[in-house]
């Protein structure tokens, strides 16, 4: 009897998700992680099947009654908890094995659920850092072997248009001058990105930076009949930070937004502290605390695969976008020791959100 407690007590203390399955693939018991893990209780779980806790994956039914017939185990294999309520996905990693009877006999099967949302976050920010850290070599040794003849394009440029009587002529001459300041704009914003020059750290008051910026830009939303809305939390404190940076992450942020945002609707600019706003979060990766700032814009939303790609250098959805100002934005964040996400179901706007250390 105490070894039947002791069991009890172990099996609902485990912080992972555990199902115990019988030999028909039907749930016959949950831990409460488990239970936490699909937002439903005991009860509601209880003779539902594999096929109905993974609809979206069928090979995990297939290897759970494996796992029950031939005493098969499998290990982190990557599927998808599907949460109705809510309408979101959640990464799981699930490790399958069988189990048996006090005689020895195959019973059925065991599911250890891992949720993989932390796992996942951290592989992301890693290939984002890969990426930012390719590309400072890649920026570097462009920039020495672009510059210079571009430099000599332009000015050759600007002499023969001088010389010619023709307007016509100095027209076309004119694109190319345009285009070669262009081209040397951008090469700038790739060495931004190798460029690792000490910042001016000092208390920064984030409200006013993002006041600033509201009141350069909210005529550019005004044209598509937008507004702003400000959800400001009073109780921010200063963050030691450098102001003229963070001013380039939201320029860059709000624009975007106004960009993407549909006409006649509007786009919120949202702080909080980091902590009661994120209590049911999962723990942000090397944050204790800080403040949260988030940009919410209404437009058509970001899909799932641009998602994954919208820190890419030279990546971009615009016709006339040079893909370099989300990695730009997130080398400042992080070298700020802050983190920055995008958060988007593809359909119905885009909330940016930035995560700061005071």
């Not at 200063?238 to 939201?250: C, N, T, W, Y």
């Not at 600019?269 to 403040?291: C, E, H, N």
């Not at 988030?294 to 437009?299: A, C, L, R, S, V």
């Amino acid at each position: 009897m105490r070894d039947e407690n002791l069991f009890k007590n172990v099996f609902s203390s485990l912080i992972e998700g555990i199902a115990v399955v019988s030999g028909d693939m039907k749930v016959i018991a949950g831990n409460l992680a488990f239970q936490e893990l699909f937002r439903q209780s005991l009860d509601a779980l209880q003779g539902k099947t594999v096929d109905e806790l993974f609809p979206y994956h069928p090979e995990v039914a297939a290897m759970a009654s494996e796992s029950f017939e031939s005493a098969a185990a499998f290990r982190d294999k990557d599927a998808t908890i599907f949460i109705k309520d809510s309408l979101t996905e959640i990464p799981v990693l699930l490790s399958i094995s069988p189990y048996f009877s006090s005689e020895g006999i195959p019973s059925g099967a065991l599911i250890l659920c891992k949720d993989a949302r932390f796992q996942k976050e951290v592989e992301n920010s890693v290939r984002q850092s890969d990426n930012m850290s390719n590309l400072g070599v890649l920026a570097l040794g462009m920039a020495h072997e672009i510059r210079n003849p571009l430099g000599g394009i332009r000015g050759s440029a600007q002499l023969l248009r001088d010389e010619l009587p023709d307007k016509d002529q100095k027209e076309y001459l004119d694109v190319v001058v345009k285009e070669a300041d262009r081209i040397d704009r951008m090469i700038r914003n790739m060495m931004g990105l190798a460029d690792s020059q000490k910042m001016d750290i000092q208390e920064v008051n984030i409200h006013m930076i993002l006041e600033e910026i509201i009141t350069l830009e909210k005529n550019s939303l005004a044209e598509k009949n937008g507004f702003f809305i400000q959800d400001y939390d009073p109780s921010l404190p200063l963050i030691h930070a450098d102001g003229d940076k963070l001013k380039q992450v939201f320029l860059n942020l709000i624009k975007n937004a106004i960009d993407a945002n549909r006409n006649g609707k509007s786009i919120t600019a949202l702080t909080r502290m980091y902590g009661d706003f994120t209590s049911r979060m999962a723990p942000i990766t090397g944050l204790k605390s800080g403040v949260i700032v988030e940009i919410i814009d209404n437009g058509s939303g970001i899909s799932e695969e641009n998602q994954k790609q919208i820190f890419t250098p030279f990546f971009s959805t615009k016709k006339k976008g040079t893909g370099l100002g989300m990695p730009i934005s997130l080398k400042i964040i992080e070298s700020h020791g802050g983190k920055m996400k995008i958060i988007s179901d593809g359909k119905s706007g885009t909330t940016v959100q930035i995560i700061l250390p005071y």
